[in-house]
């Protein structure tokens, strides 16, 4: 503010942790040179891309089932893959993953569902299009969410330590001030 203290809510927040001496942290009590400082967050209004997994999360579109999420395999060729996964009780390689998300490309209905799968293309940086109806972040996120656990491990995603619906931002950390 006007007398230089800092204002409840914004970046310099005594949540958030001290940086003046004669001040305490709202958070845990601690003055400057005992308190750790204590991350926050924003809550987005709407969902946004994260550009870094805008790659990632095209793979998925185009190799994923619209409307259940399933990859776009036949039941015996998913079968086989996941027997080689429980059978080595590690995840496939690399190749293997990339050869899968080869198998999808020219896929036009879903084996699983019978759905008809429409073409998605991507206009950099992150803006998608599912034939001529653009994909809002809310909708990504949708479709990310519906793909299950078991079949990540095919596409190469460990679903124990990340799930692709991740990469869409609802949230941003607010790193601490000191």
Known sequence: DEDGYPI??????????????????????????????????????????????VKMVYTLLKATCKSCGRPLLEKKDMKGYKEIITEEEKELDE???????????KVNT???CEAKQPTVKLIKPTTFFEEDQRLLP?????????????DLK?????????????????????????
Not at 95 to 105: E, H, N, P, V
Not at 158 to 178: D, I, Q, S, Y
Request: charged residues 20%.
């Open 138 to 150: 809310s909708d990504i996120r949708r479709r990310m969410e519906l793909i299950p656990d078991s």
């Open 154 to 178: 095919l596409i190469g995603i460990n679903a124990e330590t990340a799930r692709p619906e991740w990469g869409v931002l609802t949230v941003l950390p607010v790193p601490p001030t000191t």
């Open 8 to 53: 409840e809510g914004g970046l310099m927040d005594l949540n958030l942790g001290v940086i003046d001496p004669g001040l305490r942290c709202k958070s845990c009590g601690a003055r400057m040179v005992s308190c750790p400082g204590h991350f926050g967050h924003i809550e987005l209004v709407r969902p946004v891309l994260h550009v870094g997994y």
């Open 110 to 112: 879903c084996p699983h």
């Open 95 to 105: 190749d293997a993953s990339l050869d899968i998300i080869q198998q999808t490309k």
